[in-house]
């Protein structure tokens, strides 16, 4: 049966009597087992649940066929640190509430852990430097565009993430385990590999890089703060420099990379 959309809120309706949203998937905040996060930049957060496996049944996922004892995880993307920060203590706070109490103490506990390590195992691997030992001076989740689209048009955008070291700078594609972005290089892996791949472990792939020397201009958009450009001297005469059009989440974010990207040109 069709129904109107949004649905009329009856008369005297209270919060237990509305409709749920929907959702592609939900999840008791009891079974919520670790967060953690980016430490470079506070980017993201990702939630890991552990739902218990009924008769020892092993699930498998039909976007990706990965097998796992109900365990999801979910990536989000803050951008922002204090956002990154309230979101922990919140999420926390409510797993803590909703989790079993024996003798008057909760049991359920939420394991947060700084996920850098993990970042620099995936730079490591995305430019087959087996010893990477750069400082990550700067990590950001944001956009590329091009400069024949419309910046506006979700649609024309690409999501990267910038990761800035004393000498270089990089755009990556970075994908997660048990996305769907993820399943086609998982498809290619070393089984002795893939077994022991996490749901929401970090894989990136190198799209573009360039010497800190080589940034000959970095500004912000006067139409939209969001977006930044880095202008990359060509390595040939005969080409035009090469622009990164990048879109942040915010201003805030935006003039941090100009900052960052700025003191180290000059330093």
Aim: aromatic share 8%; proline share 4%.
């Amino acid at each position: 049966e069709h129904r109107r959309f949004p649905s009329p809120i009856p008369c005297r309706a209270t919060f237990q009597d509305a409709l749920w949203p929907h959702a592609y998937c939900r999840q008791p905040l009891k079974f919520l087992r670790k967060i953690s996060f980016d430490g470079f930049g506070f980017q993201r957060l990702t939630l890991h649940f552990k739902l218990p496996g009924l008769r020892d049944e092993v699930y498998v996922q039909p976007e990706n066929g990965m097998m796992s004892m109900f365990d999801y995880s979910y990536v989000i993307f803050t951008c922002n640190q204090k956002k990154t920060i309230q979101l922990i203590q919140s999420l926390q706070q409510a797993a803590k509430e909703a989790s079993p109490i024996v003798g008057g103490v909760s049991i359920g506990t939420v394991l947060v852990e700084n996920d850098n390590n993990s970042i620099i195992d995936a730079v490591s691997k995305a430019l087959s430097r087996p010893n990477f030992s750069d400082d990550i001076l700067h990590y950001q989740i944001l956009h590329q565009t091009w400069s024949n689209s419309n910046q506006d048009d979700e649609g024309n955008c690409a999501r990267r993430c910038l990761v800035l070291t004393n000498d270089e700078m990089f755009l990556f594609n970075e994908t997660y385990a048990g996305d769907l972005s993820a399943c086609a290089a998982l498809d290619h892996m070393d089984m002795s590999i893939s077994s022991s791949v996490r749901y929401g472990d970090i894989s990136m792939r190198t799209i573009a890089s360039a010497s800190v020397e080589d940034v000959s201009d970095v500004s912000i958009s006067n139409e939209d703060p969001k977006f930044v450009t880095l202008t990359i001297k060509s390595q040939s005469r005969l080409r035009r420099p090469i622009p990164w059009l990048l879109k942040c989440k915010d201003r805030e974010n935006a003039e941090r990379l100009v900052h960052d990207v700025r003191r180290l040109c000059s330093s």
